[in-house]
């Protein structure tokens, strides 16, 4: 179990270190944000994370989650300027399916 919380925190301090910079009125409530291409270089290249889902935040921006085979996730926001911010990461991604006789 410390094993899984250390690679959590880790991975947690790997992407604030290598995506440390300023942020801009949009993305003030987030400590890290960088421009969206290079956040989702930087999850594929170092995590094999890609995007499973998207959804939009009424008009001024975009929530997206970043899944790896391993099951390690993140979720990102993207404002209009095209600026990302990492707002949580994980671990143990499951991937819920709903049968279509049910209500969600």
């Known amino acids: ?28 409530q987030y400590q890290y944000c960088v421009e969206h291409g290079d956040l989702v270089a930087h999850l594929s290249e170092q995590f094999q994370e890609r995007q499973f889902a998207f959804g939009l935040i009424g008009q001024m921006a975009i929530m ?31 991937n819920v399916v709903i049968p279509t006789d049910q209500d969600a």
């Open 64 to 94: 997206e989650v970043y899944v790896a085979d391993s099951g390690s996730w993140t979720i990102i926001v993207t404002d209009v300027a095209g600026r990302s911010c990492i707002v949580a990461a994980g671990e143990h991604w499951e």
């Open 1 to 28: 179990m410390a094993r899984k919380s250390l690679f959590v925190w880790v991975k947690t301090v790997v992407l604030a270190g290598a995506l440390a910079v300023g942020t801009n009125a949009a993305s003030a």
